[in-house]
């Protein structure tokens, strides 16, 4: 167990409250670390180092080229770091370290999108009726606070910073207060790959006390925040005080759609991995499988079959295809919603704790069946490998229970005939929709949700969007009187 200070202004540092709290390894529930417990003193300070910086002008005016530099910079020591970053990841959040190098290379790749996207923000020549230049000029927002979730966290602090950083703007970012180890172990490159003090800030705390603070601070332009939905409407009505630009990327309860025609041993695997990838930590997971009938009942069989396959096991194991819950309070949650789906609807698999495991937030991958969408555990987002398998008769009705729900972050589509799923691609109300596939996520892409799943989109060129100004600027080519008087 070690003690990691935050990061603010270029220095690593400790809470001004003197306080500190425990990160835990969730395979073993043993402390790993313990970090600042951050408060509205340390976010002032934060906040004010970025100000500083932003309105000193030494990272806004820079050039896109030396920002994009430095960007590919820091994407090359997250490859050359990426075993120690991996191991780090997968010790605190609990995914196996088979996914963690995924979501490490991903991170890299992040960066490294957005160091080339730096130099492509392109203004526009306005074609006005005057003898006049009219221009429109794309400028950094300015100081945001970035919140950011804990199943992916190496990867959403990527998501935030990279585009944040490439448009000019400084940031004041807060991990998760259960997996803040991997954005602090790669704080310490900042420095020597050449950002200036205060273009980026980490402030380590609980939602309450640190999170809360930043959004609500007059002198921070922007809030981008990735986690739930309840938190995402305290958010929007904080920042509306001080009229914040807001970026929003909330829950799912994404359905996962097949049709009798989709390739059989492909579809069963991808429900599987839609719903259990992550141990269900993800906010875009499957977690609604909609089974047309006439294939409903192999179906289930097939995947309650394969389900006890999955290996459980240390995050570290190679082998292991499903690790821990990130946190106690995550598996009481999980657990919780278990047991009420006991209650709803059809238990084929799973349903309780991994019994093989001696200590650690081990649940088993679970699937109901006979599902009606009415239920609880089809009507609330319970992150984790609980699955909700829900018969349907025809397109019309799959179509109707997909979007029978108050999210819309993703949705899958299975079937071979093409036009019956882009008839549905059409039809679904979700940010993300995939045909034969489920969660391929790529930077190119824009990502994020309709309804209560939020709105505004990252990656791609949409992410450096959000963090973008536009200014109109009129010259008068004429040199003549306005000749109004």
Same mark, same amino acid.
């Given at each position: 167990m070690y003690r990691v200070p935050m990061y603010i202004n270029g220095e690593f540092v400790e809470s001004t409250g003197n306080s500190w709290f425990p990160v835990f390894d969730p395979s073993t529930e043993d402390t790993i670390a313990e970090v600042p417990d951050g408060n509205a003193t340390d976010v002032e300070l934060a906040v004010k180092a970025a100000r500083q910086a932003f309105d000193g002008g030494d990272w806004p005016q820079a050039t896109a080229q030396h920002r994009g530099r430095l960007l590919f910079k820091l994407a090359d020591y997250i490859r050359q770091q990426s075993a120690q970053l991996s191991e780090l990841e997968s010790r605190n959040s609990g995914k196996p370290i088979t996914e963690a190098e995924f979501d490490v290379s991903d991170t890299a790749t992040c960066?490294?999108?957005?160091?080339?996207?730096? !130099?492509?923000?392109? /203004?526009?020549?306005?074609?006005?009726?005057?003898? =006049?230049? @009219?221009? @429109? %000029?794309?400028?950094p927002v300015g100081v945001t606070g970035q919140i950011i979730p804990w199943n992916y966290p190496l990867a959403m602090a990527a998501w935030k910073l990279a585009p944040a950083l490439a448009a000019g703007c400084c940031c004041v970012l807060k991990p998760a207060e259960q997996t803040p180890l991997t954005i602090l172990e790669l704080a310490k490159s900042f420095e020597e790959i050449g950002f200036p003090k205060g273009v980026i800030n980490i402030v380590t705390g609980f939602g309450e006390t640190a999170g809360a603070p930043l959004v609500a601070h007059p002198d921070v332009d922007?809030?981008?925040? !990735? /986690?739930?939905?309840?938190?995402?409407?305290?958010?929007?009505? @904080?920042?509306?005080? @001080? *009229?914040?630009?807001? !970026? %929003?990327? %909330? /829950? /799912?309860?994404?359905?996962?759609?097949?049709? =009798?025609?989709?390739?059989?041993?492909?579809?069963?695997?991808?429900?599987?991995?839609? *719903?259990? *990838?992550n141990q269900g930590e993800v906010c875009s997971a499957g977690s609604r499988i909609l089974v047309e009938r006439s294939i409903y009942s192999k179906f289930v069989e097939a995947m309650a079959a394969k389900a006890k396959t999955i290996k459980l096991g240390p995050p570290l194991d190679r082998e292991t295809k499903m690790g821990p819950l990130v946190s106690r309070e995550q598996y009481d949650r999980v657990r919780s919603y278990q047991e009420i789906g006991k209650g709803e609807a059809k238990l084929v698999a799973g349903g309780g704790r991994f019994e093989s495991a001696a200590k650690g937030f081990y649940v088993e991958p !679970?699937?109901?069946?006979?599902?009606?969408?009415?239920?609880?555990?089809?009507?609330e987002e319970i992150f984790g490998p609980v699955a909700a398998v829900i018969p349907f008769d025809g397109e019309s009705e799959a179509i109707r229970i997909a979007n029978d729900t108050p999210y819309g972050l993703?949705?899958?589509?299975?079937?071979?005939? *093409?036009?019956?799923?882009?008839?549905?691609?059409?039809a679904v109300r979700a940010g993300v929709v995939w045909v034969n596939h489920m969660q391929p996520t790529y930077v190119e892409a824009p990502w994020g949700g309709y309804k209560q799943s939020g709105f505004g989109r990252e990656l791609g060129p949409w992410g450096i969007e959000e963090y973008l100004e536009t200014k109109q600027v009129h010259i008068n080519l004429s040199e003549q009187p306005i000749g109004w008087y």
């Open positions: 960066f490294e999108y957005y160091g080339g996207m730096a !130099t492509k923000v392109l /203004g526009h020549v306005n074609p006005v009726p005057d003898n =006049a230049l @009219s221009l @429109s %000029l794309r400028e922007k809030v981008a925040f !990735t /986690g739930s939905a309840a938190v995402g409407k305290l958010i929007l009505r @904080s920042a509306a005080e @001080s *009229i914040k630009r807001v !970026t %929003l990327e %909330l /829950g /799912g309860k994404s359905p996962n759609i097949f049709f =009798a025609d989709s390739d059989f041993e492909a579809a069963v695997d991808g429900a599987l991995f839609g *719903i259990f *990838i !679970t699937i109901f069946a006979d599902v009606d969408n009415r239920a609880q555990i089809a009507r993703a949705a899958a589509v299975w079937s071979r005939d *093409i036009f019956r799923a882009l008839r549905v691609v059409k």
